[in-house]
């Protein structure tokens, strides 16, 4: 059966119907364009699909589009300001080349975000932790935690 | 697309007693985390799910006036794993929810969702079981308290009556904690997002003088069918004098009551080891985290 629900996504109220099966992966995708996220393991392990929700990052394969009712979504795409500048995680990424398929990208980023957003700075150690829901089939870890390093690193 | 046919969304412990009784056949799901995935995997279909995210009560970790830690069963890892009270209180419970696979899940996986799911490789339950925890369940004629010792009946198998009954509270008493040590190790093949192979926690106070334990608590995920307490070593550790000598005794004990399996994940002779191993060195630390020392 269809619900409505209403959502803040990337900073803009969205009202839509989705199936009650529905995942926010596929919402977010289907519904609203939003193919930053990406769908891969689909059960909650690879962290592609990683969203903001309410600030807090979750894997939105496993997370079922009617929860989101009432709460707020951001992806990459709510990232970029009005001057179109990129986030101080996104600019670090870069320097750092921490992309190379680019498939895990969205999710590290929107965890990095996160880590930005709590005002708490992050030893080596700690960001491997804070990342360890993400996987990276490139192996590029080492440029990621860089680039986390430059932004949230304990000596940045 | 998952295989639902109805969802619902609970706004109180009254709503969701309400809601279960009016679905029988619905079930209840916090994070998800463990209920999407046996979705995802088929082993449920056409499910009705009561979400329980939205219900504030649920989330609150406190300090009771008897000295009691009172954690709502909506409380996600994250929440308990950051708490000042669980850091202060009873950090063997703070570490072990931050073992739970990743910090994504952290984020949504609830402490009474890892409970009642029934998992043997359940990384919170060890140390409940180590710290006496009561789980207070709510029904339509009101609240009981079960210890979580006698919570697990089978793998995925509990006294919860689920078409009429939800765990709203975890509560570990003063006595479990005041002048304790305790310590949770888990055994995988990786850190993160890993199934534990074995999980060993022990919560143990000593004598005044620090030299000997008088009281110790060491309980196993996955070392039996259901998380199981060590009665016998237990006994034999009451006013044992902390040397070598005692550590042997556990060693040689430790497996009585215990049944380990032999899976892909690790054979029984590894287990058996890991057993034996993981109790002394996870005793070592909670006479350390009590104020003892090993000379």
């Given amino acids: 059966m269809m619900k409505i629900i209403n959502m803040v996504v990337n900073g803009k109220p969205a009202e839509l119907a989705v199936e009650e099966g529905e995942s926010l992966t596929d919402t977010l995708r289907n519904r609203l364009g939003l193919t930053s996220v990406k769908k891969g393991c689909e059960v909650g392990e690879c962290g592609a699909c990683t969203v903001l929700i309410d600030g807090v990052a979750k894997n939105s394969c496993i997370y079922l589009s009617v929860w989101a009712d009432g709460h707020s979504i951001l992806t990459v795409e709510g990232l970029r300001t009005e001057d179109c500048e990129l986030h101080p995680i996104q600019k670090a990424f870069v320097e750092e080349a921490a992309i190379q398929c680019g498939f895990c990208t969205p999710g590290l980023v929107l965890t990095g975000v996160e880590l930005v957003n709590s005002g708490k700075k992050f030893n080596r150690e700690e960001l491997r932790e804070q990342i360890s829901g993400h996987l990276c089939r490139c192996t590029g870890y080492e440029n990621i935690l860089n680039a986390l390093e430059r932004v949230v690193g304990k000596n940045s | ?295």
């Fill in chain 2, 1 to 295: 697309m998952y295989d639902i046919i109805h969802t619902f969304k609970a706004s109180s412990v009254n709503d969701v007693l309400e809601l279960l009784s009016s679905n029988s056949d619905a079930m209840l799901v916090a994070g998800g985390t463990d209920v999407m995935i046996r979705m995802r995997e088929r082993k449920l279909r056409q499910a009705s799910l009561i979400s329980l995210l939205d219900i504030p009560d649920l989330k609150t970790i406190s300090l009771r006036e008897d000295g009691a830690i009172v954690i709502g069963a909506g409380a996600c890892f994250t929440e308990i794993s950051e708490n000042t009270i669980v850091l202060e209180k009873i950090p063997m419970l703070a570490h072990a929810c931050r073992q739970v696979g990743s910090p994504q899940i952290r984020n949504i996986a609830t402490i009474g969702g890892n409970i009642c799911n029934g998992a043997v490789s359940a990384d919170s339950v060890p140390s409940l079981y180590a710290l006496d925890a009561e789980l207070e369940l709510w029904g339509k004629d009101g609240s009981r308290l079960v210890p979580i010792r006698k919570f697990h009946t089978g793998p995925g198998q509990t006294v919860l009556q689920k078409d009429r009954e939800l765990l709203t509270a975890i509560i570990i008493p003063l006595s479990s904690y005041a002048h304790h040590g305790g310590c949770y190790i888990k055994f995988g093949q990786r850190n993160a997002m890993e199934i534990s192979t074995l999980g060993c926690a022990v919560n143990v106070s000593l004598t005044g003088d620090k030299k000997h334990i008088e009281k110790a608590a060491i309980a196993f995920g996955v070392a039996a069918p259901v998380p199981m307490r060590c009665a016998k070593v237990e006994s034999l550790l009451i006013g044992a004098e902390i040397n070598e000598e005692m550590f042997f005794t556990v060693r040689e004990n430790i497996l009585e009551g215990l049944k380990p399996r032999d899976s892909w994940r690790a054979s029984l002779e590894l287990r058996r080891q890991l057993i034996r191993e993981m109790s002394v060195r996870a005793l070592k630390q909670a006479i350390i985290n009590a104020g003892g020392s090993l000379q």
